[in-house]
């Protein structure tokens, strides 16, 4: 089963900082979710990689597959982005592979 | 507006009680699931279902049933043989199982907090 370890626990940032989460797995995978809880609890899919990067807005999203590791990045906080953003892994193709395996999350404060 | 509604939000329970969490979604997905997060923990899948009439444990199935009757509706139990039910839990459906292989696309409700009193 796969480890998927994110760092961070906690971070809190001012306002107009460039923020980064971190999140590594120990077994292979076929993909990697970011998601987004907001403090009611609810979920938002942020981006799914497979490689390299991907960009929406001020979020940023890069996957080392060598590595097995990948990095969110917030350009330009705001107090909005604070929220528990969620890391996920996909095992590789096959039976089962559309089950995620989730990390424990990383709480965002930012403050105005 | 389409989206997955999760009811109720907030739910107290006594010890021995089974208790029902709704969930209906108006996205027209086959495949919906259900997920349970603990403080600290990382959300572990109790059932999913690919389609109506059709569903599978996940990791933590013990002490839960679901059904699907409905395309749009995945109802989970959280049955008196669940040893620990205190837990915030989270529905998501996808279009189809494999849609999550290949775009991501997996939405999720508010979820439902229940306390075991």
């Known amino acids: 089963k796969n480890e998927v370890e994110q760092s961070p626990q906690n971070l809190t940032a001012q306002e107009g900082e460039f923020i980064t989460i971190n999140c590594s797995y120990s077994?292979?995978?076929?993909?990697l979710h970011w998601l987004q809880q907001h403090p009611g609890g609810g979920i938002v899919s942020l981006f799914m990689l497979s490689s390299g990067k991907k960009k929406h807005g001020r979020l940023i999203a890069t996957i080392n597959i060598q590595e097995k590791h990948s990095s969110l990045h917030i350009t330009a906080s705001h107090p909005r982005d604070s929220a528990v953003y969620i890391c996920?892994?996909?095992?590789?193709?096959?039976?089962?592979?559309?089950?995620?395996?989730f990390g424990k999350g990383t709480k965002l404060s930012v403050i105005p | 507006d389409g989206g997955i509604t999760q009811s109720p939000k907030y739910l107290f329970r006594k010890e021995g009680q089974n208790v029902t969490l709704s969930c209906e979604q108006n996205?027209?997905?086959?495949?919906m699931y259900w997920y349970r997060q603990d403080p600290g923990q990382g959300l572990r899948l109790i059932y999913y279902s690919q389609i109506v009439n059709d569903f599978q444990k996940g990791d933590i199935a013990e002490g839960y049933s679901v059904s699907r009757e409905k395309k749009e509706s995945f109802p989970l139990t959280v049955t008196s043989a669940q040893k620990n039910p205190t837990a915030f839990y989270l529905c998501?459906?996808?279009?189809?199982?494999?849609?999550?292989?290949?775009?991501?696309?997996?939405?999720f409700g508010e979820g439902s907090r229940l306390t075991v009193l």
């Open positions: 998501a459906s996808s279009l189809h199982l494999r849609v999550i292989v290949v775009t991501g696309e997996l939405f």
């Open positions: 077994v292979g995978i076929s993909a």
């Open positions: 996205l027209n997905h086959d495949a």
């Open positions: 996920a892994v996909r095992p590789p193709s096959g039976a089962g592979s559309y089950q995620l395996t």
